[in-house]
C-alpha cells in the first residue's frame, strides 16, 4: 500500500524559509516521479515542482521558480521541498504526489495517482 506522509509544515514570517520532506512507503520510490501541489484556501490545487526518477530532472511552476527548490534521497525514499523568500501568496497546504507511470503530463493534477494528507504552511506578512 502506498503512503505519502508530509512533515515541515509550520509558520513563519515573510522572507523566511521552511523545509518540507515527504516519506514514502510501498513503492519503488527510485521508479517515480514525485511532485509537491498546493491549495490555497477557495483556490484549485496547484502544480508547485516536481523531480523526474532519473537524472533528475526539475520542474518548477513560475511562481516558485527561483525560490523553491526539490530534491530527491532515494535511500531514504524521501523528496523534500525548499522554500526560500516566502510570500503570503505561498501560504497553503502543501501535498506531496506520486505520478503515475502511465501518464505523461508532470505539471497536471490528473498524472498523479496518489497524495499524501498534506502540511500547513502559513507565511506571515
Known amino acids: 500500500q502506498v503512503q505519502l506522509a508530509e512533515s515541515g509544515g509550520g509558520l513563519v514570517q515573510a522572507g523566511g524559509s521552511l523545509r518540507l520532506s515527504c516519506a514514502a512507503s510501498g513503492l519503488t520510490f527510485s521508479s517515480y516521479t514525485m511532485a509537491w501541489f498546493r491549495q490555497a484556501p477557495g483556490k484549485e490545487r496547484e502544480f508547485v515542482a516536481a523531480?523526474?526518477?532519473?537524472?533528475?530532472?526539475?520542474y518548477y511552476a513560475d511562481s516558485v521558480k527561483g525560490r523553491f527548490t526539490i530534491s530527491r534521497d532515494n535511500a531514504k525514499n524521501t523528496v523534500y521541498l525548499q522554500m526560500n523568500s516566502l510570500k503570503s501568496d505561498d501560504t497553503a497546504v502543501y501535498y506531496c504526489?506520486?505520478?503515475?507511470?502511465?501518464?505523461?503530463?508532470?505539471?497536471?493534477?490528473?498524472?498523479?495517482?496518489?497524495w499524501g494528507q498534506g502540511t500547513q504552511v502559513t507565511v506571515s506578512s
Open positions: 504526489a506520486r505520478k503515475g507511470l502511465r501518464y505523461s503530463g508532470t505539471y497536471s493534477f490528473s498524472s498523479y495517482d496518489y
Open positions: 523531480i523526474s526518477w532519473s537524472a533528475p530532472g526539475t
